[in-house]
């Protein structure tokens, strides 16, 4: 089988459809596993991947370390509250520490943008970025598009809109690198202070949520983060809710069979209605599980041998 | 070597390289069925497990002339050991679907593959076939067994035993997943 064309997992951007693809089907076949009694496989049994999160986070890194057990690797997580880079270390310096200490896979999140790809350069095995500042989220990506395309058999073709705060997100980032690289039709909604018109070659952008909804085969919904809820960016949060909070009147615009996705966490009745996120085409929950499966497989991937 | 490949022609009319055409593979699945009923006295018990991705077509037929043989259905499973096998750090197997629809538990699974060639991939079978249960007998069926086991494994039911150097190359093709149905070899 084909490997990935990389080494480490820095965002979408670069990422072509056919490797894409290679992820999107090996998880979607790992999923099975999920599914056992007995949720374990020894495929990368004596590889240690360990979860380095400078920021908090609650279901990636969870996702990924039950990602790791599931392949029975030994999964480690540095919290770095208690850490040395706590007391200052550098990041450089992290992970020259990692690498003496033999890891084969670290997982990073970083408030920074490019920190993985500066990890990269000091780590002899793989890089996965777990969340990048405001650049990218390449397994939310992935597992995104694992959860369209098994709800509608393809990406390409399909009417996808995302609405929330473009501007400070990672996963709209790696949403539209990913699903415009698969041929999807992307709008992207938000009101202008948070709609960066740097997308406009990618994607349609439109500030009117009725309109940005009409006719979507996938309404993607981006979570308001509490400190971009008032003063600059926002008048406030009653009013967003209003004008781009996604509720059974707006969604009734879109395909009767559209599905609703959310990466978590959720301010309901913020960004979605209660009836919305619980309703019948919300996909939600599945894309938790996908996430394990597609972590699963980019741990497979790039820990494995060559070629077959 | 030699007296390996004089035999081959003699008891050959097929063109040179095939080794089995398709009446030569059907008979050999008939008489496959026919052994595994004899030996467990009846499919009362018996479910097939194919690995894919040619063992899975070879179990789905042994089950249909078992039907036609002892008039009863066996159940038929697939399992995928690309993640149980041991050279997964020098290479990288696509894993296939897994797809059992019922308990393997005291049963007495006949696990189907195309070629029988080092033992590998059936240790990883019965690995894999551990994490979905406990069999009460664990049977091994393959349309051709090559030789040059590296590990203590042999199968039950052969469909035919063929010698082989080491650096020859065996393919399984069958109509289910390539063209035709043939088994040829090839010079390493």
Redesign the interface.
Known sequence: ?K?LQRKHILGLRDMGAGEIELVLD?AA??K??LA?P?K?????RGRSVITLFFENSTRTRTSFELAAKI?SAEAINIAVAQSSAAKGESLKDTLLTLDALTADCVIIRHPNAGAPEIASRYLKGQIINAGDGFHEHPSQGLLDMLTIRENKGQIEGLNITIVGDLLHSRVARSNLYGLTTMGAKVTLCGPDTLLPQEFAGRARLETDCDKAVADADVVMMLRLQQERMDGVYLPGVREYSALYGLNARRLAKAKPDAIVMHPGPMNRGVEIADDIADGAQSVILPQVTNGVAVRMALL??LL????? | MTAHNDKRKSEDKRPPGVLMDAGDIARALKRVAHEIAERNRGIENVVLIGIPRHGVPLAERIAGHLAHIEEQDVPVGAL?VA??RD?????????????IEFSVGGKIVVIVDDVLFTGRTVRAAL??LN??GRPAMVQLAVLVDRGHRELPIRADFVGKNLPTARDEEVTVSLSELDSEDIVRIEKG
């Open positions: 089988m490997k090996t076949r790992f099975e596993i056992r007995v374990k496989v020894p495929t990368l392949m497979y991937l494995g041998g060559d070629e077959d | 995928d993640l149980y050279d997964y750090s020098k290479r990288l197997v696509a894993p296939q679907q897994t797809k690995d894999a994490d979905h």
